[in-house]
C-alpha cells in the first residue's frame, strides 16, 4: 500500500534518534521490504506510518488496538513470542493495520493480522491469529465524513 500520509524517509534522511523495526521474514505481500520506521500521521499520533526504508514508496497505517478497542487480546502462539524473543508481555507492542475508504467514508482495523514489535529488540513480525474469533475488517468509530 502506498501512502501519502507522511514524507517518505531513507535511511540517509532519518537522524539519528529513529531506529528502524527489522522484519526478518518482510511483510506478507512485501517480501523485500524489511526495515520500517513508526511515523506519526497527526499530532495526536492515533495514527501512524508503518514506512519502508527500504522502499519509501510503501507504507501501511497503523493503530494501537485498545484505542479503539480495549477488550483486544491478542493471544501470541510460543513460537511467535520465540521468534521475537519476547520474554515478558512489556517487550511488546502491538499496532494493527488500518484502511480507509474515503468512497464511503469508513476506516477498518484488521484485528486478525497485527504487528507486533520487541521494544528492547526492535524486531518485528505480522502475525496472524487464527485461533481467535476476530474481525479482519472491524468499523473504527470514527466520522470521517
Partial sequence: MTTNYAPARTQETMTDDIRAIEFDEGI???????????????????????QSVDDPSVGFVVAVPWLFFPDYAPMLTDVDQQGLDIQRQEDAVVFCPVTVDAVA???????????????????GRQIVLTD??????????????
Fill in 132 to 145: 481467535q474469533e476476530l474481525p479482519l475488517r472491524a468499523e473504527l468509530p470514527l466520522n470521517l465524513a
Fill in 105 to 123: 467514508s469508513k476506516a477498518h482495523m484488521n484485528l486478525v493480522g497485527p504487528f507486533i514489535v520487541n521494544v528492547r529488540t526492535m524486531k
Fill in 28 to 50: 506478507p505481500g512485501f517480501p523485500d521490504d524489511r526495515r520500517f520506521v513508526l511515523l506519526d500521521i497527526v499530532e495526536d499520533g492515533a495514527f501512524q506510518t508503518f
